[in-house]
């Protein structure tokens, strides 16, 4: 009785996904299983083109030939830029294929790492730091900006295919706080980059948007004019002059 009724609320469940394309968007960082959709789908086929099956050899080489499973996140990173930014299942299967293991332990990967994305998103994929220090510095005044500006939710795509936002946790600049990175999906694998913007405002990231909308490549790295990349604002206070070295390496006082 109990597994039936599990079984028919887990349909109902199922359903739902279907039902709402935006639902299953808007959650896909949550889901751990594939939903067949009409963009989306084992029987659609797909490969590396030929530049980048060139760049999967070059891979391969790194790793002994009875380890090429050990490729698996290059080649996914590889297959997601050629795609325009998100892995379709056809995808998974085709890196399975190269790297001779069951699609299984390919998915097993894709849906471990958020850095792969299962669902479309943007042409320029935004990801703003949620992480402590960000968060403190008004990381989330810094999406709500976003979002406003954009019209969209968390994880959609807007209408013009451009821009999506997400979110991402630490990215390691914490003194640079708050910050987002932009991943280039624009130009495909070849034109591929993904850029910091450190010390962004409310104000900042929307100029940001509208620079890169009108093809514009903004500087990346702090959009603080009065810090030197990690510095201090104003410049340094300490630390002046090269430090002098410990007495244990000078060899002549030992």
């Known amino acids: 009785m109990l597994a039936r009724l599990a079984s028919q609320r887990f349909l109902e469940i199922r359903q739902a996904f279907r039902q709402s394309s935006q639902a299953y968007r808007s959650f896909s960082t949550a889901l751990n ?90 042409k320029y994929h935004l990801l703003v730091c949620g992480t402590t220090p960000c968060m403190i510095r008004g990381s989330r005044e810094i999406e709500e900006a976003l979002l406003n500006h954009l019209g969209v939710k968390r994880n959609e795509v807007t209408s013009d295919g451009l821009f999506s936002v997400g979110e ?52 990346h790295g702090t959009q603080n004019p009065k810090r030197i990349k990690c510095g201090p604002e104003g410049g340094n206070t300490t630390l002046l002059t090269d430090p002098k070295p410990p007495p244990c390496r000078d060899l002549d006082a030992c």
């Open 33 to 122: 299983y594939h939903l067949d959709t009409p963009d989306n789908n084992p029987e659609l086929p797909w490969e590396f083109s030929e530049a980048n099956k060139a760049k999967v050899k070059e891979i391969l080489s790194h790793y002994p030939s009875n380890y090429k499973q050990s490729a698996v996140i290059p080649l996914l990173d590889l297959a997601q830029q050629q795609h325009g930014g998100w892995l379709p299942v056809s995808a998974m299967n085709a890196v399975a294929k190269v790297i001779e293991v069951a699609p299984i332990r390919v998915y097993e990967v894709a849906t471990f790492y958020s850095m792969f994305n299962r669902s479309k998103v943007g």
């Open 168 to 219: 991402m946790e630490c990215m390691g600049c914490c003194v640079n706080a708050p910050m987002i990175t932009v991943a280039d999906y624009s130009n495909g694998s070849e034109g591929y980059t993904y850029n910091y913007f450190e010390d962004v405002t409310p104000k900042r990231v929307v100029e940001i948007v509208e620079m890169l909308r009108r093809g514009e490549k903004p500087p």
